[in-house]
């Protein structure tokens, strides 16, 4: 009897075929370096459940995180600090299904969520075998120098860690707001410097959020070591990510400027009519470098 197929039909829908998986290897970090180096774009999409993460990896996108923004999209909280870590087990365990049943290929980061790395290296190597163990590639955590140690302590044990920096979502009270970050001089070398800390404790990537364009480009042609992803950072970066329910017009709150909603028509920019065909326009975009769009990143 014939085994039933990841495309067989089944009530609660089908999902998409993967790419001939000749043509396509996993996403690993030698790869990432490499198209970092090389000057080709790396490109990343959150994530939350199977379905959407099977269709980011059909549509090319390298690295999918499993965002705390989670809590923000599929919660309905105000910001992400409610996010626990049994949710984002949940979440990455999905996600990880959703690629593994395509065959997919894509790199899978879970994001720890806010105070269970705070504490201590120790709880933040508890924290991040939790996602590891869910299925994550990579776990990603918010913060600037002090967060050195246990980036240094986790890549020590063998996890991979993508920083982040600039708009920090998880400290949005201590930040006054979702606000542009690295602004001044000052904060411009305060930023610096935990980027190079960073790079020097091992961390692979690193997220820059809501940080002027200049100073992402200059980061950027910095660390060798460690390519950039912007989001609201111009397109000087290694990489861009967005969060998935933004890219697809589904926002519940005012967007910010430098979110492109690929279903839409916008002036000289197609829009798309479905949902695997925006995520390829968004690839293609950010691969040719027409996403983002400095000229709309006034800071
Ligand atoms: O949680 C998230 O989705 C993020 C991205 C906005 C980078 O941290």
Same mark, same amino acid.
């Given at each position: 009897m014939n085994q039933p197929s990841a495309q067989s039909a089944s009530p609660y829908g089908t999902l998409p075929p993967a790419s001939s998986p000749a043509m396509r290897k996993p996403v690993s970090l030698p790869r990432l370096l490499e198209m970092h180096a090389r000057g080709e774009k790396i490109t990343m999409l959150t994530a939350y459940d199977a379905t959407f993460a099977a269709v980011a990896d059909a549509a090319g996108v390298e690295c999918i995180l499993v965002g705390d923004s989670l809590g923000m999209v599929c919660q309905g909280l105000s910001s992400t600090v409610g996010v626990s870590l049994d949710t984002m087990r949940y979440h990455v365990e999905s996600v990880t299904r959703g690629v593994r049943r395509v065959q997919g290929t894509a790199w899978i980061i879970g994001d720890l969520?806010?105070?269970? &790395?705070?504490?201590?290296?120790? #709880?933040?190597?508890?924290? /991040?075998?939790?996602? =590891?163990?869910?299925?994550?590639? =990579?776990?990603? +955590?918010?913060?600037? $120098?002090?967060?050195?140690?246990?980036?240094?302590?986790?890549?020590?044990?063998?996890?991979?860690?993508?920083?982040?920096?600039? @708009?920090?979502?998880?400290?949005?009270? /201590?930040?006054?707001? &979702?606000?542009?970050?690295?602004?001044?001089?000052?904060?411009?070398?305060?930023?610096?410097?935990?980027?190079?800390? +960073? #790079?020097? /404790?091992?961390?692979?990537?690193?997220?820059?959020? =809501?940080?002027?364009?200049? @100073?992402?480009?200059?980061?950027?042609?910095? +660390?060798?070591?460690?390519?950039?992803?912007?989001?609201?950072?111009?397109?000087?970066?290694?990489? #861009?990510?967005?969060?998935?329910?933004?890219?697809? $017009?589904?926002?519940?709150?005012?967007?910010?400027?430098?979110?492109?909603?690929?279903?839409a028509d916008l002036p000289g920019v197609q829009g798309q009519h479905g949902i695997k065909e925006a995520m390829q326009a968004y690839v293609e975009a950010v691969k040719n470098?027409?996403?983002?769009?400095?000229?709309?990143?006034?800071w």
């Open positions: 969520p806010y105070g269970t &790395y705070h504490e201590s290296k120790e #709880q933040a190597l508890r924290s /991040a075998a939790v996602l =590891m163990q869910a299925g994550a590639h =990579m776990v990603k +955590l918010e913060g600037g $120098g002090w967060t050195a140690d246990t980036v240094r302590f986790l890549v020590e044990r063998g996890i991979p860690v993508c920083a982040h920096l600039g @708009l920090t979502p998880q400290t949005v009270h /201590a930040l006054g707001g &979702y606000r542009v970050q690295g602004k001044s001089v000052e904060s411009a070398a305060i930023m610096k410097r935990h980027a190079h800390e +960073l #790079q020097d /404790a091992g961390a692979s990537l690193l997220v820059l959020e =809501m940080v002027p364009a200049t @100073l992402s480009t200059e980061l950027t042609a910095e +660390l060798p070591y460690c390519p950039t992803i912007g989001i609201g950072a111009g397109n000087g970066t290694s990489g #861009q990510v967005l969060v998935l329910h933004d890219m697809l $017009g589904l926002g519940l709150g005012k967007m910010p400027k430098f979110v492109r909603n690929f279903m470098g027409s996403f983002p769009d400095n000229t709309l990143h006034a």
